[in-house]
């Protein structure tokens, strides 16, 4: 049993902020406290639920010196993620029953942290044939996915969907309009003009965020957007929810920090998918989380070795790490006073884990000790090569930042920090 006192409590579910403290025992969170009580002195830190990131690439099979599950628990761990979600868009693709199983073996044996595997939605990733969803969410699969690859055939998705409905399956989706998202590096304007980047309308995102809302709308399955970016999709995406689909939205902390400027003179780490958009575009999408129209905040966390990005802009891999940077990262959203702590860790922790079914996310009696113990005011300089990821390709190198994690608890057993 393990009792922390004299902290900020966050607390997602109720909205609040308060003085307190908490035990766990048993895995679990088996009591709170109001005021400064007997335990263990954490010196007025904020204390939250585990962040729970959608989408984390961890690249077992194939290609295992980007990232391996070791690795990624490291750094999920050090970054105050108790929870990933890990997507199927590896090599080969997680499309049947077997690979799953392998992918499920490694995590238990290497991983700090919980780990949840996504599985394709269609074999191989190539959008013709739907895999054996019945199977693999038997096999462990909370989710199904063909990551950025578009199931550019309406009649393959329908069909997909309509099973996943029978089945009570999340599908996640990619939303861009696949031949006009085809090659692009940036998001089109003034700024991709000069550049001479080949780039994309905004109206994409509409477009492909559309054609999914009607196919929903024909099939009533469950559905999560991987990314809304631009302001474009909003109101679509708005339409949807208030017609009563069930849909649930995300959006990348590259996304809602950066913007298409931070490209520069051609600086590949920034180059992510879909490409950053304009300031209007980030501001948008802001709002949209502090509303709750954007449900949850993920990393994308998508690792790169240094030969696929010391290439020219356009033929450099897309993709950042993101599992180590998206707490300090997301802490901008709080000093620049666009979300408060409790709003934040609703996008973090308890929306992704309610859109799942899990019961973490939450500081309550009988939860899950999924926890994160930080600082939100340190400042530090971020040094890449500090990262615990094998792959280092963050847009955040050098820069200055706010926000360190003290402490990393899964299931009341400490994962990172010095021992309290």
């Not at 335990?39 to 959608?54: E, H, K, Q, S, T």
């Not at 709750?292 to 993709?319: F, N, W």
């Not at 790490?321 to 702590?341: F, N, Y």
């Not at 847009?395 to 994962?415: H, K, L, S």
Request: charged content about 20%.
């Amino acid at each position: 049993m393990t009792t922390l006192t004299n902290l900020r409590l966050i607390d997602p579910e109720s909205g609040e902020e308060r003085l307190g403290g908490l035990t766990m025992a048993d895995g679990m969170i088996s009591a709170l406290h109001e005021g400064i009580g007997k335990g263990v002195d954490c010196n007025g830190l904020c204390l939250a639920p585990g962040i729970i990131d959608i989408g984390v690439k961890v690249c077992e099979p194939g290609e295992r010196h980007k990232e391996s599950f070791g690795s990624a628990g490291q750094a999920a761990a050090a970054g105050g993620v108790t929870t990933i979600v890990t997507r199927p868009d590896t090599d080969p693709a997680i499309d049947s029953p077997e690979t799953l199983e392998f992918v499920a073996r490694r995590a238990r044996e290497a991983a700090k942290v919980n780990v949840l595997p996504m599985a394709a939605l269609t074999k191989g990733r190539a959008g013709q044939e739907m895999t054996e969803i019945g199977f693999l969410m038997d096999a462990g699969a909370v989710a199904f996915s063909d990551g950025d690859h578009v199931v550019a055939n309406a009649k393959v998705l329908s069909r997909a969907l309509t099973y996943a409905k029978a089945r009570g399956a999340l599908v996640i989706g990619h939303v861009q309009e696949p031949v006009l998202s085809d090659g692009a590096a940036a998001t089109s304007g003034k700024f991709a003009s000069l550049r001479g980047l080949p780039s994309v309308s905004p109206m994409a995102e509409r477009m492909g965020l559309d054609r999914d809302v009607a196919l929903l709308e024909m099939t009533g399955a469950r559905y999560h957007v991987d990314q809304i970016t631009t302001a474009r999709a909003l109101p679509a995406l708005e339409r949807a929810k208030a017609n009563g689909l069930d849909i649930t939205a995300g959006v990348s902390i590259h996304h809602l920090t950066l913007n298409e400027l931070d490209v520069s003179n051609y600086r590949t780490f920034f180059k992510v998918k879909p490409p950053l958009r304009s300031e209007d575009d980030r501001l948008a999408v802001v709002e949209a989380v502090a509303s709750g129209l954007i449900d949850v905040i993920c990393s994308m966390h998508t690792p790169q070795d240094e030969e696929s990005k010391r290439l020219p802009y356009e033929a450099a891999a897309s993709g950042a790490v993101g599992l180590q940077t998206l707490l300090p990262a997301a802490m901008r959203l709080v000093h620049s006073g666009h979300l408060d702590l409790p709003g934040l860790w609703r996008a973090l922790s308890l929306n992704p884990a309610r859109r799942l079914g899990l019961s973490s996310g939450r500081l309550a009696v009988g939860a899950p000790a999924d926890l994160v113990l930080f600082d939100p005011d340190a400042p530090f300089v971020l040094d890449r090569f500090s990262l615990l990821s094998k792959s280092r390709n963050t847009p955040f190198d050098e820069a200055r930042m706010q926000g360190r994690v003290r402490a990393t608890w899964v299931a009341g057993q400490q994962v990172h920090g010095a021992p309290l």
